[in-house]
């Protein structure tokens, strides 16, 4: 297994999902595949589950043979933390493990402007326990909302309470947070969240632990929005989107002329050299051309069922670039 993370915007998100996760767990797997890292993890108390997934394509570097790598690594996450918050701006990040049994994980920092390359080895857990399946269900309501603005907030109800009740209608969302000194109460109207969406004549009210949520809302450096889902006695759900764009940053805005110049200037000679093709061919074998479409459709047709499936059944599940926090509501509630 090797992994490099040499943009200087991803390895300090990568940092920051591991700075936090200490928060909620000691240990954690990595699991590693063809489709690139994937980590859940349960909270000591059992309420909070933990759920991140990172495509092979979001690092620089992902490579993992599945007859030759251990598909699970098990780490001390606050130690693999204290390694990762070593590494100095604009030093890239390599990991690298041999063999199906693996003792330890080796890190190694380098490129840094004026700083010493750094080689780290992190002995490996050996973790029990199976990962859990996350069931789909269809929310009641979705809100995405800024983040630093939902971490704020929720940071000063935890001042007031260690339970959050949140009511959501057509008219807005409700944050309230009352205890023996005083109660808080946050309205906010529409126009004041990014996206919201409720059924018609709804009125949801669920309570959460303010705890939860202030720690969850740690992990913002991922993006600048949040995700919120919640249902009628369902976990909360929030989710950060760890796109490409805003992981790369720099490079995207750089990037951006020199990829639309490129493409206008490959698009105009495919351009004209697609309507040199198709001229020749219509000129020389029009006829030609459609007997043999005709003769292989026939075949596409009949295979095209089989070929599809066999594709579907060899490529493994995609991951999307999310980390996702489900959190289940309180059932103590006398709001």
């Not at 700083?115 to 269900?137: A, C, R, S, V």
Request: glycine share 6%; net charge negative.
């Amino acid at each position: 297994m090797k992994i490099i993370i040499e943009n200087p915007q991803k390895a300090d998100k990568f940092a920051t999902i591991f700075q936090h996760l200490k928060l909620l767990t000691d240990y954690v797997n990595m699991n590693l595949s063809e489709s690139g890292m994937y980590i859940q993890c349960l909270d000591t108390n059992h309420c909070c589950l933990f759920e991140c997934e990172l495509a092979a394509s979001w690092f620089d570097t992902f490579e993992f043979n599945p007859t030759e790598d251990t598909p699970c690594i098990g780490i001390h996450a606050a130690t693999f933390y204290k390694v990762i918050n070593i590494r100095q701006e604009k030093q890239k990040i390599e990991m690298t493990s041999k063999g199906m049994q693996v003792d330890t994980i080796n890190i190694h920092f380098t490129k840094g402007d004026n700083h010493f390359d750094k080689t780290f080895e992190i002995p490996t857990i050996e973790l029990d326990g199976e990962m859990m399946e996350i069931p789909k269900h269809e929310t009641a309501v979705d809100v995405v909302i800024d983040t630093k603005r939902i971490s704020a907030l929720a940071s000063e109800l935890l001042l007031f309470s260690e339970i959050l009740t949140l009511i959501f209608s057509e008219d807005g969302i409700e944050f309230i947070a009352s205890g023996t000194e005083g109660k808080m109460k946050s309205s906010i109207d529409l126009d004041e969240v990014n996206e919201y969406a409720v059924g018609e004549d709804m009125v949801l009210k669920q309570s959460y632990s303010l705890k939860y949520l202030n720690i969850m809302c740690h992990f913002g450096k991922l993006s600048k929005e949040i995700v919120l889902g919640f249902g009628d006695e369902r976990p909360m759900q929030l989710t950060y989107n760890i796109d490409e764009a805003d992981a790369e940053g720099k490079a995207d805005t750089e990037g951006k002329a020199d990829t639309v110049g490129k493409a206008d200037a490959e698009g105009k000679a495919d351009a004209e050299g697609k309507a040199d093709a198709e001229g020749k061919a219509d000129t020389e074998g029009k006829a030609d051309t459609e007997g043999k479409a005709d003769a292989e459709g026939k075949a596409d047709a009949e295979g095209k069922a089989d070929a599809e499936g066999k594709a579907d059944a060899e490529v493994p599940p995609k991951y999307k670039n999310l980390v996702s926090f489900y959190l289940a509501p309180r059932i103590d509630d006398d709001e």
